[in-house]
């Protein structure tokens, strides 16, 4: 299997057309499923014990994830999670920056979730790979305690722009609808990758309980209000030491005005050749705005409204607070 570097979906067989809400069929362990509503909304993907994966997802999703619990683990692997549209690509530039000593565009992480095992094991070091799995989806060894986890969070309402404009730049994607059917299913979990909420509460949960020292909190709006300084703490965490000038080049290198502006210049021609077929314009549906609070130009009076219940009502345990704007 040719490696999957971009957060991306394929085209279903022909065979698969059929599907509808009502109707799946069992694939081992993991079923092909269809959601959909009467405005012409549908979700179509692979679900397993209960969640949505991306229907690239190797296989029948269970034997993927078994096969993840006994990688092989390095000591320099960084692993950048985070749920869909909350600055994966972003975290895992300069990620690769401050391992590889190089300030140069690397294109975009192998994601575990992707790519088989096997041709995982293959990849030179140092690897920083993405993932939109959940802390006990990942490796045993990293579990426990080999490797470094840069986890990101970002405002949920943000993310849901964000991730319903990635899904409708790209080729044959798994959610077809429009931005209104989109938060809908994405307040109901229905969803790649499930809920918002569930994903943010694995996270808190992890890190109440979790004891290793290898993993770093990222929270996207901070690293908007002050990158450098979150990229000083990453190279830390990581245990890179790099001058302040090489810092500070990171920085400027990662802002995302500089980004949009370098990304398709630099990365492989065999990554463009890829990003013609996925997406519709033929650019990278990756970096768009990234601004904190762009989410007022989407959201209706009323869809913000219903959102804001939602949210109230979720968080109410938790002190955890996000800026949104």
Known sequence: MLGSRFWCSHKFAEGDDHLSHSHTHQNKMCEWVEESDSDGNCLKTKKYNGKYYASIVPGNVSDHLE???????????????????????????????????QSKYMGSPYFLDYNEVDYLDKLPSPRVFGSHLTFDELPRQVREGKGKVLMITRNPKDVAVSYHLFMTKLNAPDYKGSWEGFLKFYTEGRMLYGSWFEAFFDWE???????????????????????????????????????????????????FQTMFKTVMSEIKPSDQDYIHQMSDNKKLPIYRKGEVGDWKNHFTVAQNEFFDRIYEEKMKDTKCTFRFE
């Open 67 to 101: 096969r993840l619990q006994t990688m092989e683990v390095r000591d320099d692997d960084t692993f950048v999670l985070s749920y869909p549209k909350s600055g994966t690509h972003w975290v895992f530039t300069i990620a690769s920056m401050l391992r590889t000593g």
């Open 205 to 255: 949960n992890t890190k109440a309980k979790y004891k290793g020292d290898n993993v770093l909190y990222l929270m996207y709006e901070d690293m908007k209000q002050n990158l450098l300084v979150n990229v000083i703490k990453m190279a830390a965490f990581l245990g890179e030491t790099r001058d302040n000038l090489f810092l500070e080049e990171v920085t400027e290198r990662c802002t």
